[in-house]
Nanobody, 126 residues
Framework: QVQLVESGGGLVQAGGSLRLSCAAS????????MGWFRQAPGKEREFVAA????????SYADSVKGRFTISRDNAKNTVYLQMNSLKAEDTAVYYC???????????????????WGQGTQVTVSS
């Protein structure tokens, strides 16, 4: 079992930055592929970014490429999402998730991630 706790959300003006953190605890937390997803009001949850176990590979949604950066510190069992040049359309609840299966490549589908945090609200004012 893995517990995930997100932090770092808040209210920011368009063009600003935020850094989200996801602290993982539990068995072998550092050995999982980690992802960030978001859900805006009235919309389905969508993939944002993911990072491999070692941190050597990452994947991003087209909508955040060049603006968001995912990273991890396995010594601290923490995954980060640095969000720059924020836009009003980035407003959502952001969720951290873990894929416990060792796969040949990073998966972006929600169904691959079995452990989820409670989410943190990000609001970007225009």
């Amino acid at each position: 079992q893995v517990q995930l706790v997100e932090s770092g959300g808040g209210l920011v003006q368009a063009g600003g930055s935020l850094r989200l953190s996801c602290a993982a605890s539990g068995r072998a937390a550092s050995s999982y592929t980690m992802g960030w997803f978001r859900q805006a009001p009235g919309k389905e949850r969508e993939f944002v970014a993911a990072i491999s176990r070692s941190g050597s590979e990452s994947s991003y949604a087209d909508s955040v490429k060049g603006r968001f950066t995912i990273s991890r510190d396995n010594a601290k069992n923490t995954v980060y999402l640095q969000m720059n040049s924020l836009k009003a359309e980035d407003t959502a609840v952001y969720y951290c998730a873990a894929d416990r299966i060792l796969r040949s490549k990073i998966q972006i589908g929600i169904s691959f991630y079995v452990y989820w945090g409670q989410g943190t609200q990000v609001t970007v004012s225009s």
